[in-house]
């Protein structure tokens, strides 16, 4: 089990910007997949972006896709995502999980279900 804190969420106007900082725990970083994945009100939780670890392969929703920016860096144990042109839409809690298994993936999973840490979640708000 990885222990994660996440940091960055607040409110913004849309159009305007955010970068999302997850810092984990451990010695083994480097290898695990690790994902953002959020949930609005009435919303089921979806996956954002996520990146591999092995690999460093990377998936965007399609949502996202253009806007959003995920990354690593393994020498510090932290995630990031980097979020420009904010809409309303991206109003939702947004957390950071990791998948420690040591399973080897080419893409990050997509599904909830692989990940077996998470952190607590930050609140991102974009006002129109």
């Known amino acids: 089990q990885v222990q994660l804190v996440e940091s960055g969420g607040g409110l913004v106007q849309a159009g305007g910007s955010l970068r999302l900082s997850c810092a984990a725990s451990g010695r083994t970083f480097t290898s695990y997949a690790m994902s953002w994945f959020r949930q609005a009100p009435g919303k089921e939780r979806e996956l954002v972006a996520g990146i591999s670890g092995r690999y460093g392969n990377t998936y965007y929703a399609n949502s996202v896709r253009a806007r959003f920016i995920i990354s690593r860096d393994n020498a510090k144990n932290t995630l990031y995502l980097q979020m420009n042109s904010l809409k309303p839409e991206d109003t939702a809690v947004y957390y950071c999980?990791?998948?420690?298994?040591?399973?080897?993936?080419?893409?990050?999973?997509?599904?909830?279900?692989?990940?077996?840490?998470w952190g607590q979640g930050t609140q991102v708000t974009v006002s129109s």
């Open positions: 999980a990791a998948e420690s298994s040591g399973r080897d993936f080419y893409a990050p999973p997509k599904s909830s279900l692989n990940y077996d840490s």
